[in-house]
């Protein structure tokens, strides 16, 4: 393995940061790691905001309810954004709105953003810094928009938090390579049977990091989320934001 693939291979979430805030210097490098990603059409539909506001930090703290949201380097927010090709498009006489709308271009601005956060992601683990995603901002999408000022044409994906880690986090098994890895067609043959395995070995990781107290299997993690709604405002903030209107 060479040294890119034994850090991705070694990626852990950090969830606890020394109170040590990223300099200048250091974000910037990181933002522009991000912005080097590849971008559907070259069309970087996408704006990162970075928090360093402590009253939006707390309140964005309390819409994800997690400490780290508020205690960490630096809080980045990503963001799908399709403000400037609307405003270009305003400039130009064009209308845009209804094209902007569609789904395809949802899946862009997200498949972008995404890209690049986990382009900063890894080029924040090459740092030594630690990183965790923050999809819990969408407890409350509305909230962070106006927090953050986002006007339409734009919608919060998840926040990154990196920093200086204060704890060495764990590395978690994931589902076995034959389980997600399909020549030519894709089939579940033996898909039930390669995640019972799989649960035993996830079992034993919650066990041994937990002395005991903790044994969840994936599947239940798994069977529990899918058992009820969650954050059902989302659908109609993004329609409000000009998207998925049809
Ligand atoms: C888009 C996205 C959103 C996430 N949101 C949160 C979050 O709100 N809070 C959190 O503690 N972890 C969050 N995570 C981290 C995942 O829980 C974590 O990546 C997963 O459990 C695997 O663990 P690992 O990253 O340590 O390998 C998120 C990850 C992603 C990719």
Redesign the pocket.
Known sequence: MNEVVKQLMA???I?AFEAKQLDDQTIRVLVEAAQQASTSSFVQAYSIIGVTDPEIKKALRDI?T?H?VEHNGHLFVFVADYKRHQLLAERAGQSVADYIGETENFIVGTVDA?LAAQNMAVAAESMGLGI??????RNDMARVIELLGLPDYTYP??GLVVGYPSEE????ERLPFEHVYHENRYSTDDYLSQIDHYDARIADYYRERTNGRRSDKWSSQMMAKFSHTIREDVDAVVKQQGFLKQ
Do not use: D, P, V
């Not at 965790?132 to 901002?137: A, H, K, V």
């Not at 986090?169 to 978690?172: F, V």
């Open positions: 990626h852990r979430s969830r994800s997690q780290y995404s965790c995603y923050i999809g819990s901002l994906l998840f986090g764990s590395n978690k």
